[in-house]
């Protein structure tokens, strides 16, 4: 095969890294590595008017990684961008008009009830197929709507695609990112011919309800044309160059949606796997050819988001290490900004003897909002009638086990709902270096659980633009063989049987 390189531009909650990704070698013995060339931080800016992403230097540090990325590579090919899901900027006549809230952000909470007076909740299940989030875009638009932004916008171009706008002059969503805005029809699964592979007879590819968001009072004329993952956008513009500097390199969607690219790398090429995409959220399904739109899997909290290749991912969100990234930077405060040493509180939390600290409901949305999380985890236990837990390793402790908890349950739940069973739980993204959480979660599954890749989501991100560079061939079962040829993995075994 040809060789080359690709840049992923992989944007997370708490950090946003591009990553240089390179196909070597051709058939069984391809190998992708990936170099880190950049990594920067996101911290999000609580202003008067609530909490908004500073997507202006988001996008200065994505360009000045991609600057490092063809000094590294001068034979760059593709440039991808994927990010979190859901948030988005509005736009008018190419000016982008307010600066994008942050999902967490707590004024979706008045919207929701005005949403739910004009289309009821199983309405909206029936329709676009995803679990109640407060912050899902669909109720954060409400509230432009209802601020009066909305009159104004011509476009709405979620992060990633914003990003890809910015260095192309593209205006469209891709097809994964734009399945959590709540305003793309459930569909009935399969390709559109992504990479003319995964192509289900019978099946159409997602498209815009124009109906639900007449209904919503949401102008149909924001919504981009929509693409799949692997589609061509363009080489950047003179603008974008000048940043980036001297490239060939074309910008390609990819998965955009976070999530989509980290399941891309699930190293199984077997049905019978569920996943867990860890990190700030803890992301648990299974991966369907067609989505499950059943009243059971709507109360369950089950979400049918778009894949690549027009996969399904039916999957429920679990709170996530953002109870654990909250906390230690609680506890950085309280000690006057002096960082916890992380290794040595899992440590120490790894010594706790199972069952000695009580556990939470992680599911529970009063985790969600940003704020002191060790005050809010022990009023939670004490409303429940459980033991605070004493010191900091215990509640590190309490965390891990409480999630692994609520990731177990949601294992379970996605077997039942969707009738595949799982004999396999796969552990993908930063959580996977977390032996503590890894062997905890197989623990309570009562299932063997491999950890890892730990960069699933740039390395999901680089291989659909290596397959649409031609870098590389074949479906997802052929991108994941290459992945689990190319990574090192971890199995924990259950401890306890079940
Ligand atoms: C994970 C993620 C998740 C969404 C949330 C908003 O980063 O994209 O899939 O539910 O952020």
Do not use: K
């Not at 060339?37 to 000045?64: C, I, K, M, Q």
């Not at 669909?138 to 990003?163: H, I, K, Y």
């Not at 019978?272 to 369907?288: D, H, M, N, P, Q």
């Not at 290490?321 to 992380?342: C, F, H, K, N």
């Amino acid at each position: 095969g040809r060789s080359g390189a690709v840049a992923a531009v992989d944007l997370g909650a708490t950090s946003g890294r591009v990553v240089v990704g390179r196909v070597d070698g051709a058939g069984s013995s391809a190998r992708v590595h990936l170099d880190e060339v950049a990594r920067f931080e996101n911290r999000p800016v609580r202003t008067l008017d609530g909490l908004h992403w500073s997507v202006l230097e988001l996008y200065r540090d994505a360009v000045e990684g991609l600057a490092a990325a063809a000094r590294v590579a001068p034979d760059l090919a593709g440039i991808g961008i994927d990010s979190w899901a859901v948030d988005y900027a509005l736009l008018r006549g190419g000016r982008m008009l307010s600066t994008p809230y942050a999902y967490r952000d707590e004024r979706t909470a008045a919207a929701v009830p005005r949403v739910h007076a004009r289309v009821a909740a199983d309405e909206l299940y029936a329709r676009n197929g995803l679990q109640h989030l407060d912050f899902t875009t669909l109720f954060q638009l409400d509230a432009d709507r209802e601020a009066g932004v909305l009159d104004l916008a011509d476009r709405l171009l979620l992060l990633p695609d914003l990003l890809a706008h910015w260095l192309t002059g593209a205006e469209v969503a891709e097809r994964t990112n734009a399945s959590t805005t709540g305003l793309l029809g459930v569909g009935r699964g399969g390709a559109d011919g992504a990479g003319g592979v995964g192509e289900v007879a019978g099946s159409t590819a997602a498209d815009w309800d124009r109906d639900l968001a007449v209904r919503l009072g949401i102008p149909p004329r924001i919504l981009p044309p929509l693409v799949d993952a692997g589609t061509e956008l363009g080489a950047l513009t003179a603008t974008a160059a000048r940043g980036v500097g001297d490239t060939r390199a074309r910008v390609i969607a990819v998965g955009s949606h976070d999530t989509a690219s980290a399941i891309v790398s699930v190293p199984a090429t077997e049905p019978g796997f569920a996943y867990i995409s860890s990190g700030t959220w803890s992301l648990v399904g299974v991966e369907t050819e067609r989505p499950v739109v059943t009243e059971e899997a709507r109360r369950a909290g089950f979400t049918n988001e778009g894949g690549v290749d027009g996969r399904t991912r039916f999957l429920h969100n679990v709170m996530g290490l953002w109870l654990l990234t909250e906390s230690l930077r609680e506890w950085e405060r309280e000690d006057g900004g002096a960082r916890p040493d992380l290794g040595a509180l899992l440590a120490a939390a790894a010594e706790v003897p199972a069952g000695a600290v009580a556990e939470f409901d992680a599911d529970d949305p009063a985790f969600t909002a940003p704020g002191d999380m060790p005050v809010r985890i022990a009023a939670w236990l004490t409303a429940h009638d459980r033991p605070v837990p004493a010191t900091r390793p215990e509640l590190v402790r309490s965390i891990l086990a409480s999630l692994a908890t609520a990731s177990a349950r949601a294992v379970h739940e996605a077997a039942r709902l969707s009738g595949q069973p799982v004999r396999v739980v796969h552990i993908v993204g930063g959580g996977s270096r977390n032996a503590l959480l890894c062997q905890l979660t197989a623990d309570a599954t009562g299932l063997p659980v491999v950890a890892g890749p730990a960069e699933a989501t740039a390395l999901g991100n680089v291989l659909v633009q290596a397959r649409a560079l031609g870098l590389v061939h074949g479906d997802l079962e052929a991108l994941r063989a290459l992945v689990i040829a190319s990574s090192e993995l971890t199995t924990y075994r259950p401890r306890t049987t079940h």
